[in-house]
């Protein structure tokens, strides 16, 4: 099949998808809407935690607070702008709705009957955009895609090769950028958190992305 009509068939196949997920309701436990970003063809693939209480009214992920600090991450080290970014990464994440409050304050953390249960719809975005690289941002989602639990200091700094929904990828992890956790703000976090940003900004995949190669922006 040409190059042209495979995209244009799986941006069909991504907005078809969006809109099954727009009308999961699976876990009792989660307050919708359902939370996803546009339909965006990228061999980049960024997986956060879920949605928090804002994204929702917005209806794109990182929309508040957190999203404002990992943008300026990225800008000051790929540079490019939030704009930029969300129209060339696909941005996915382990649930997509906002799983409440937790009682002692912050986020809940999605548990692990609703992470495998959304997994579904990150296993079937990951078959049609075949990602080369994945950002894992925060502990959630860094488990989730590597498949293991180390301290942040042990996985922060480095790229990890792993088998992901059937498919060797590059997995950079990054601290979550919520102001929950100093973590990515007092050393060694500091630190390797640049060496993070330094190992995104080489990777090939994301040269593309930031000199407007292969990935290719579709509107909603
Ligand atoms: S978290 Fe995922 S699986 Fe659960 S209701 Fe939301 S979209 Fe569906």
Not at 23 to 42: D, N, Q, T, W, Y
Request: net charge positive.
């Amino acid at each position: 099949m040409p190059a042209a009509d495979r995209v244009t068939k799986n941006l069909r196949a991504l907005r078809v998808l969006h809109e099954q997920m727009d009308g999961c309701r699976a876990c009792p436990k989660m307050i919708g809407p359902v939370v996803h970003g546009p339909a965006v063809m990228s061999r980049v693939m960024l997986v956060g935690q879920a949605p928090g209480p804002r994204e929702g009214s917005f209806g794109r992920p990182f929309a508040w607070t957190a999203g404002r600090t990992m943008f300026g991450w990225f800008e000051r080290t790929l540079g490019i702008d939030e704009e930029t970014f969300r129209a060339r990464v696909y941005m996915a994440a382990v649930a997509r709705c906002f799983p409440g409050k937790a009682p002692g304050g912050g986020d809940r953390r999605p548990d692990a009957e609703e992470s495998a249960r959304c997994e579904a719809w990150l296993k079937r975005e990951s078959a049609i955009l075949e990602p080369e690289l994945v950002i894992a941002v925060g502990t959630l989602a860094i488990e989730r895609v590597l498949g293991e639990k180390s301290p942040l200091a042990a996985i922060v700094g480095s790229t990890r090769r792993c088998v992901w929904h059937g498919r060797e990828v590059d997995v950079v992890a990054l601290p979550h950028p919520s102001g929950a956790s100093p973590w990515h703000r007092i050393e060694p976090g500091r630190t390797l958190l640049d060496h993070a940003l330094a190992r995104l900004a080489a990777h090939p995949a994301m040269a593309e992305v930031t000199r407007r190669g292969a990935s290719r922006p579709s509107p909603r």
